[in-house]
């Protein structure tokens, strides 16, 4: 079953372009922080929308991501992504790319590791557990980041903003074999809508 289109506020719409306005090509990491602090502030800003948006009594509550902003070269892509209550995604990767992962509304768990060793069943070191609210986010550069999310609440959904340095179509998740050697699985990554 297709779910429509979100609406996203003009006004809101109008800050996150300022925002990106001329954000394209390579990007520093330092580069990247600055972007995560300029988009932090549009949690507060008139019209940012919020989880309850993408849930309707229609439909059966269930992740959603939403393309809203991507470069003309497709050096950046921007999503907006729905939670249900509750929801953990398996551990993934970023296919290599820069990120920063923003909530809007709600509080996510973020649960951050390195892989390395061997590409068909790497390990996986763990690293730290962030627990994310309304303007907090986790930001990653390093290629071997891997990360599983989880919406804290078992009752109320949440909305993030995510920004990658590239296209996310592809991407890797991770089954545990044995302590802390996975197995990897390859994925596609799929929109529910598009609004660009």
């Not at 502030?41 to 929308?49: K, R, T």
């Not at 729905?82 to 809007?104: F, S």
Request: one cysteine or more; aromatic letters at 8%; charged letters at 20%.
């Amino acid at each position: 079953m297709s779910h429509p289109q979100i609406a996203i506020a003009a006004s809101w719409s109008r800050a996150l372009r300022e925002v990106t306005d001329g954000l394209g090509g390579e990007i520093a990491p330092k580069d990247v922080s600055e972007l995560r602090g300029a988009l932090t502030s549009l949690v507060w800003a008139e019209g940012c929308p919020r989880a309850a948006s993408f849930f309707s009594d229609a439909h059966a509550p269930r992740y959603r991501r939403q393309l809203i902003a991507a470069a003309p070269d497709r050096s950046y892509t921007m999503l907006l992504i729905a939670w249900p209550a509750g929801y953990v995604t398996p551990l993934h990767d970023h296919a290599g790319l820069w990120g920063i992962e923003l909530v809007l509304d709600g509080a996510l768990q973020v649960e951050e590791y390195f892989s390395d060793g061997d590409a068909e069943q790497p390990t996986l070191q763990p690293h730290r557990t962030l627990m994310l609210g309304s303007g907090d986010a986790a930001v990653f550069i390093d290629p071997a980041y891997v990360h599983r999310c989880r919406n804290l609440s078992a009752h109320q959904p949440a909305l993030s903003l995510h920004v990658y340095g590239g296209d996310l179509h592809r991407y890797q998740s991770f089954v545990e074999v044995s302590g802390s050697l996975y197995h990897v699985a390859r994925q596609q990554a799929m929109l529910d809508a598009v609004s660009i």
